[in-house]
C-alpha cells in the first residue's frame, strides 16, 4: 500500500500572505523605521532613534489621529475582564486550581468560583477541598470566563454558567491570541456537525455537537464511554485544517471565516488540506468571500 | 512528558486510530509535509535543516583527520545530538538531556549495519590515519516524530558534504598527506547506502506513523525499523533491522 510522502525544498515553498483588497498589509519588523516626522505621539510597542520612530516588535501598525502603535502579530494573552478562555489544569492547589492559558503567567480558578454539583449556593466545606481532584485534575482542559486581573497580570477564571467547565472529547489548536477577532459570542454550534470555542487566549476547541445536555451539574461530570462516529470525525479534522490554513496566512478567526473556509475546502479531501499549496488556496478564496460579502 | 492531555483527549485519540482516522485527517501510515534545504551552515563540511510539520532539526558534519581506532581498518563516525532550550518547556536545564541520550545511543545502533554503511571507504592510510566525521544535531523545536526526522536530515547533509582531494606521498616510512589548495577540488562521501530510521508507535492495538506530539503523549511502545537500500550486482534488497523501546 504505497503511501505518498511530500517532500520539497525549503527553496520552493509557497508564499503564504494572502492580499486584502488587492493590497498585502505590512508588517514592520524591530529596529524597522516607521515615519520619520516627529509629530506622531509613540503608542505600544514602538521606540525613538536619532528623531526617527521605529518599531521594536513584529507586528501591524494602527494609527489612531497621531498615536502610532504597533500591534505584535504573536505575543502572550493579555487577558482582560469578561473573555473567554479555554485553558488546561497545571496544578491542584489548597484552594484553588492553577490554568495554563498561554499568558505570562498561570491563571487562578478558585474553588469558589467554580459550579460544584449540588447547587449555586452550596457552602464550601473542608471536604470539597480535598475533592478537589476528583473534579479537575492536572491535564484537564476547561473553558471559564476571566472574571478580574490580579495586579501582577495574572487572570483570576471563574466558570459560574452551565456554559463553561471541563471540556471533554475533542481536538485543541493553539494559534497566535491576536488573530482572534472580539466578537459577542465565543461558543458556537457550528450547521457543518461540529461545534467549536474560539479562546481568546488562542486557545481553539473542536467538539462533536452534544445533543443532550444535563442541566444542575455544571459540566464536572461526562461521560468517557461516548463514541465519536468517523464522519463527525472528518469533520473535525476539516476544521481543524482550515483555521490551521487561515493562522498560515494571518488571517483573523471568528466563526463566518472558519465557515467559509470550510465551505471552500471540500474540494480537497481532509489530508490533501496539509499541503501548503491548498493551506494557501483555502485562505484565498475565503478572503475573497469574505471581500465579497463585505462589499455587498 | 510535561505535555500532559487530558483523560478525553487521549481517549479521541485512541479512538480515532482504531477508526483509521487521526486528528488531523491522516491515516494510519500517511506522513506530514516535510521540507529540507541543504548547505545551511557555511563553517562546516555539510549541513542541512529539514522541517517536518511543527518539529525542526539542524545537522552539521565536520570531517577531520585521525588515527583510527586500534585494530579496526576503518574511519569513525561520532553522533551528538543536543536539544535547544527553545524547543520545548521540558528541555529547560539539564530536561533535554535524557532526551539526547536516548537519540544519540539510537543513531550509534544504526551505523552498526555493516551492510549499508561502508567505514572503509573512509580510510586514508591503513592504521595511520582516517577520515573522523562528527555529526551533530540540534532540535530546534519539537513537535514530534524526531527520530526520524533526525535520519533523513543526517542522510540530506551527508550527501551534502564536500571533503577537499588528499593525496598521499610515501617517502620511506613517512607518509605525507597533501591536502589541495583548491577549493573547487573535493569530493562527496562516498559511504555506501545511509539508512533512513521509520518510527512506529502503538496507540491501542493499531501502530501509526510519524507521530505528532499529542499521540506521542498516548504511545505505549515504539518500534524503530533501519531501512537500507542495498545494490549488490544489480538486484536491491531492503534491508530492514528493527529495534523496540517500550515507553
Redesign the interface.
Given at each position: 500500500?504505497p503511501?505518498k510522502?511530500?517532500?520539497?525544498?525549503?527553496?520552493h515553498?509557497v508564499n503564504a500572505s494572502v492580499a486584502v483588497n488587492r493590497r498585502v498589509p505590512k508588517i514592520f519588523t524591530p529596529g524597522q523605521v516607521i515615519t520619520e516626522q516627529n509629530e506622531f505621539m509613540r503608542g505600544h510597542g514602538t521606540y525613538e532613534e536619532e528623531g526617527f520612530l521605529k518599531s521594536s516588535v513584529a507586528g501591524v501598525k494602527e494609527q489612531v489621529n497621531n498615536l502610532i502603535s504597533i500591534r505584535p502579530l504573536k505575543s502572550r494573552y493579555n487577558g482582560e475582564v469578561g473573555d473567554v478562555v479555554v485553558g488546561?489544569i497545571t496544578e491542584v492547589q489548597q484552594k484553588r486550581w492553577k490554568v495554563d492559558t498561554n499568558s505570562r503567567l498561570d491563571s487562578v480558578l478558585l474553588l469558589s468560583s467554580v459550579n460544584l454539583p449540588g447547587g449555586e449556593l452550596r457552602r464550601r466545606s473542608a471536604e470539597d477541598e480535598h475533592m478537589m481532584r476528583q473534579y479537575l485534575?492536572?491535564?484537564?482542559?476547561i473553558s471559564a470566563e476571566v472574571q478580574s486581573v490580579f495586579s501582577d497580570g495574572s487572570l483570576s477564571l471563574h466558570t459560574r454558567s452551565l456554559k463553561y467547565g471541563k471540556?471533554?472529547?475533542?481536538?485543541?489548536i493553539k494559534v497566535f491570541p491576536s488573530l482572534i477577532k472580539r466578537s459577542k459570542t465565543h461558543f458556537h454550534n457550528l450547521y457543518v456537525g461540529a461545534s467549536i470555542i474560539l479562546g481568546n487566549n488562542g486557545f481553539i476547541w473542536i467538539y462533536p455537537t452534544v445533543t443532550n445536555s444535563e442541566d444542575g451539574v455544571g459540566g464536572f461530570v461526562?461521560n468517557?464511554e461516548e463514541?465519536?462516529s468517523?464522519p463527525e470525525?472528518?469533520t473535525?479534522?476539516?476544521l481543524?485544517?482550515c483555521i490551521l490554513a487561515l493562522t498560515q496566512s494571518k488571517m483573523m478567526l471568528f466563526d463566518t471565516s472558519i465557515l467559509y473556509a470550510f465551505e471552500e475546502s471540500q474540494k480537497y479531501?481532509?489530508?490533501e488540506?496539509?499541503?501548503?499549496e491548498a493551506m494557501v488556496d483555502v485562505a484565498i478564496l475565503t478572503q475573497d468571500r469574505l471581500s465579497m460579502a463585505e462589499n455587498s | 512528558m510535561l505535555n500532559k492531555l487530558s483523560s478525553f483527549e487521549k481517549e479521541f485519540i485512541l479512538d480515532g486510530v482504531q477508526k483509521d482516522i487521526r486528528a488531523d485527517g491522516r491515516s494510519c501510515f500517511d506522513y506530514r509535509h516535510l521540507t529540507i534545504e541543504t548547505g545551511v551552515l557555511s563553517n562546516t563540511s555539510g549541513s542541512s535543516r529539514l522541517r517536518l510539520a511543527a518539529t525542526d532539526v539542524l545537522v552539521g558534519i565536520k570531517v577531520e583527520l585521525g588515527r583510527p581506532l586500534p585494530g579496526q581498518d576503518e574511519g569513525q563516525i561520532l553522533f551528538s545530538v543536543e536539544c535547544s532550550t527553545s524547543a520545548s518547556p521540558e528541555f529547560q536545564g539539564r530536561g533535554g538531556d535524557l532526551l539526547s541520550a536516548c537519540l544519540t545511543r539510537c543513531l550509534e545502533r544504526m551505523i552498526a549495519n555493516k551492510k549499508a554503511i561502508d567505514m572503509n571507504k573512509l580510510i586514508i592510510i591503513p592504521e595511520k590515519q582516517c577520515w573522523i566525521i562528527y555529526v551533530d544535531t540540534m532540535i530546534l523545536v519539537n513537535g514530534g516524530n524526531v527520530l526520524d526526522a533526525i535520519s533523513l536530515a543526517i542522510r540530506a547533509a551527508l550527501l551534502d558534504v564536500k571533503i577537499p582531494e588528499i593525496s598521499v606521498v610515501e617517502d620511506g616510512d613517512n607518509y605525507e598527506l597533501e591536502i589541495s589548495d583548491n577549493p573547487q577540488a573535493c569530493q562527496t562521501l562516498d559511504l555506501g547506502s545511509w539508512p533512513v530510521l521509520v518510527t512506529l508507535s502503538e496507540i491501542g492495538s493499531k501502530f501509526i506513523v510519524d507521530a505528532s506530539i499529542e499521540e506521542e503523549c498516548c504511545t505505549v511502545g515504539r518500534v524503530t525499523m533501519e531501512v537500507s537500500c542495498v545494490r549488490k550486482r544489480l538486484e536491491k534488497a531492503l534491508l530492514i533491522r528493527p529495534s523496540c523501546q517500550k515507553c
Open positions: 500500500m503511501q510522502i511530500h517532500i520539497r525544498l525549503a527553496a515553498r488546561r485534575q492536572e491535564g484537564d482542559l471540556l471533554s472529547q475533542g481536538v485543541l461526562q468517557l463514541v465519536v468517523r470525525r472528518e473535525i479534522a476539516r481543524r485544517n479531501s481532509v489530508p488540506l496539509l499541503v501548503p | -
